[in-house]
């Protein structure tokens, strides 16, 4: 049963203790504001780390020519690798477990795209149908590139959305042919790339059209495929390809300039491992902010039971039992806590929020921070943490207030 009265004479020693209990109070709130703030800014940095991750395939292997670092086999350093269709095809058919081998070239001479009185300038790359996984493509018109496309080194493109708004304003492109440096290229679909504004300014082409047309007959700026899921296995069909192409261009296989390879899988991982051990640094920093705050509040409540001494022994002497004092003590603490605690815990997810407002309106383009906030779990967690921290700062103070003898008591006073 509530006691009414219990409750008005714990309110009744907060009033008297005004600015004591304000200072507690306040240490409290700013511990649970910072472990908040700490965890949002947490999440913040990690949710913007896995969007920039997820702009392309998390399990992708990138494989680039570079130039040797290493002398090898009679040959001097500085040579440049270039890749070629023939290493694409050992790729495709000598690795096991892949999906979606690719290659790419960048058509950097290409002048201006036009469409009818339209020009601008725009990325053209050539690509096989694979290509669209790697950068995680979302379709939204038509189709993207496929097998017969390349066979047949037809003029076909897939236009990103930025080119399609700034060459065909609101008309629908499907069908439509735009002038590549002068040469008329069907348009088939459009795409939307989860990455920024240069993304989606990129039109893609067959490589087998690319290569013909372009001038770049046989060459290949790039081969990349998508890997299991599993990171150990990622790495040893990286080491693999390694392997292949150092024996085919004849240079080391230890020569990590030569042979340039980018791992997502692996780089996920190393910044999973990194959000992990930065959120437990949180965590831990957070605790002992609010530890602080609670190390206040078992110091007021010593002092409230050293200064109440005379009437806890009069209140045993006419038959208050121990747990009734213990319990009088602990609502205090709990109550101070439970108050200054929750204003920190609203004053905290009110900033984040605002923070996140701003982000989204203001900050297009954030890097690695997006949507920082807590969730309800970490709401609850910190509730959690509040009710035990609470009862802990007036557990000894009770405690040593059960102890006190009514006759010592009075004798004290």
């Given at each position: 049963?509530?006691d009414?009265?219990?409750?008005?004479?714990?309110?009744?020693i907060i009033?008297?203790?005004r600015?004591?209990t304000?200072?507690?109070?306040?240490?409290?709130a700013?511990?649970?504001?910072m472990?908040?703030?700490l965890?949002g800014?947490?999440?913040g940095?990690?949710?913007?780390a896995?969007?920039?991750?997820?702009?392309?395939?998390?399990n992708?292997?990138?494989v680039?020519?570079?130039?040797t670092s290493?002398?090898?086999?009679?040959m001097?350093?500085g040579?440049r690798?270039?890749?070629?269709n023939?290493?694409y095809?050992?790729?495709?058919n000598?690795?096991?477990?892949?999906?979606?081998?690719?290659s790419?070239?960048?058509v950097?001479?290409v002048?201006?795209?036009?469409y009818k009185?339209?020009?601008?300038?725009?990325?053209?790359?050539?690509?096989?149908?694979?290509?669209?996984?790697l950068?995680?493509?979302?379709?939204?018109t038509g189709?993207?590139?496929?097998?017969?496309?390349?066979?047949?080194a037809?003029?076909?493109?897939?236009?990103?959305?930025?080119?399609?708004?700034?060459?065909f304003?609101?008309?629908?492109?499907?069908?439509?042919?735009?002038?590549?440096d002068?040469?008329?290229?069907?348009?088939?679909g459009?795409?939307?790339?989860?990455g920024g504004?240069?993304?989606?300014?990129?039109?893609?082409?067959?490589?087998?059209?690319?290569?013909?047309?372009?001038?770049?007959?046989n060459?290949?700026?790039?081969?990349?495929?998508?890997?299991?899921?599993?990171?150990?296995?990622?790495?040893?069909?990286e080491?693999?390809?390694r392997t292949?192409?150092a024996?085919?261009?004849?240079?080391?296989?230890?020569?990590?300039?030569?042979?340039?390879?980018?791992?997502?899988?692996?780089?996920?991982?190393?910044?999973?491992?990194?959000?992990?051990?930065?959120?437990?640094?949180v965590?831990?920093?957070?605790?002992?902010?609010?530890?602080a705050?609670?190390?206040?509040?078992?110091?007021?409540m010593?002092?409230?039971v050293?200064?109440?001494?005379?009437?806890?022994?009069?209140?045993?002497?006419?038959?208050?039992?121990?747990?009734?004092?213990?319990m009088?003590?602990?609502?205090?603490?709990?109550?101070?806590?439970?108050?200054?605690g929750?204003?920190?815990?609203i004053?905290g997810v009110?900033?984040?929020e605002?923070i996140?407002?701003?982000?989204?309106?203001?900050?297009?383009?954030?890097?690695?921070?997006?949507?920082?906030?807590?969730?309800?779990?970490t709401?609850?967690i910190?509730?959690?943490?509040?009710?035990?921290a609470g009862?802990?700062?007036?557990?000894?103070?009770a405690?040593?207030?059960?102890l006190?003898?009514?006759v010592?008591a009075?004798?004290?006073?």
């Open positions: 049963m509530f009414f009265d219990k409750w008005a004479e714990i309110f009744e009033r008297k203790n600015l004591r304000f200072l507690t109070s306040f240490s409290v700013w511990g649970i504001f472990l908040i703030m965890l800014f947490g999440n940095l990690q949710n913007g896995q969007e920039e991750f997820q702009k392309d395939a998390v992708s292997i990138w680039n020519g570079g130039k290493i002398a090898y086999d009679g001097q350093p040579r690798i270039w890749f070629t023939e290493d095809a050992l790729i495709k000598s690795v096991d477990g892949v999906e979606h081998v690719t790419r070239n960048n950097w001479d002048g201006n795209i036009t009185n339209e020009t601008s300038s725009f990325d053209v790359m050539s690509c096989h149908p694979g290509y669209r996984y950068e995680n493509l979302e379709m939204l189709r993207f590139l496929n097998d017969a496309d390349v066979e047949e037809r003029k076909v493109a897939v236009l990103g959305n930025l080119v399609v708004s700034q060459l304003k609101d008309k629908d492109p499907f069908g439509e042919y735009i002038g590549i002068g040469i008329p290229f069907r348009v088939i459009t795409f939307k790339d989860k504004e240069w993304d989606q300014r990129r039109m893609y082409i067959p490589i087998s059209t690319g290569q013909r047309v372009f001038n770049q007959i060459r290949i700026h790039q081969i990349s495929m998508l890997t299991p899921l599993d990171t150990a296995a990622a790495l040893k069909k080491n693999y390809i292949l192409l024996a085919r261009h004849n240079v080391s296989p230890n020569d990590l300039a030569a042979i340039r390879i980018h791992n997502n899988m692996d780089e996920y991982l190393r910044y999973s491992n990194l959000f992990y051990f930065i959120k437990i640094f965590w831990v920093v957070g605790i002992l902010t609010v530890a705050g609670i190390v206040g509040v078992g110091n007021i010593t002092i409230s050293r200064e109440r001494t005379k009437e806890i022994g009069i209140r045993k002497a006419i038959g208050a039992t121990p747990f009734s004092i213990v009088m003590v602990m609502q205090e603490a709990v109550l101070i806590t439970l108050v200054s929750y204003l920190g815990l004053f009110g900033l984040l605002l996140n407002f701003g982000v989204a309106k203001f900050g297009t383009d954030m890097g690695f921070f997006r949507n920082p906030g807590v969730d309800f779990t709401a609850m910190a509730t959690a943490v509040l009710v035990f009862s802990v700062a007036g557990l000894i103070p405690m040593k207030a059960a006190i003898k009514p010592s009075i004798r004290e006073e």
